[in-house]
């Protein structure tokens, strides 16, 4: 079992950064990929970065590539997520997300095992 608790949403102005985090606790953080998705209101899932278990390979979904920047701190057990530029639309309920295995399956919600409960970004204009 793994348990996620992601931290360092807010209300930020437009153009305005943020990084969130995610402390992952219970089976051994370094043996397997993070991700984080997002969900705005009224709309599914959707998937935002992800990273390999050692921070080696990252990968990203062209809306929030150059813009976000996942990473990990396998010491901390904790993923990050560097959002610069925040645009309103990028308003969302951000998730990390769990595997069990060590590199990156996919970018579905159901390649993930393990959610956090996740944190409010609110981008005003």
């Known amino acids: 079992q793994v348990q996620l608790v992601e931290s360092g949403g807010g209300l930020v102005q437009a153009g305005g950064s943020l990084r969130l985090s995610c402390v992952a606790s219970g089976r051994a953080f370094s043996t397997y990929a993070m991700a984080w998705f997002r969900q705005a209101p009224g709309k599914e899932r959707e998937f935002v970065a992800a990273?390999?278990?050692?921070?080696?390979?990252?990968y990203y979904a062209d809306s929030w590539k150059g813009r976000f920047t996942i990473s990990r701190d396998n010491a901390k057990n904790t993923v990050y997520l560097q959002m610069n530029s925040l645009k309103p639309e990028d308003t969302a309920v951000y998730f990390c997300?769990?595997?069990?295995?060590?590199?990156?399956?996919?970018?579905?919600?159901?390649?993930?095992?393990?959610w956090g409960q996740g944190t409010q970004v609110t981008v005003s204009s």
């Open positions: 997300a769990a595997d069990v295995t060590p590199e990156i399956r996919g970018t579905s919600p159901d390649e993930y095992y393990y």
């Open positions: 990273i390999t278990w050692d921070g080696g390979n990252t």
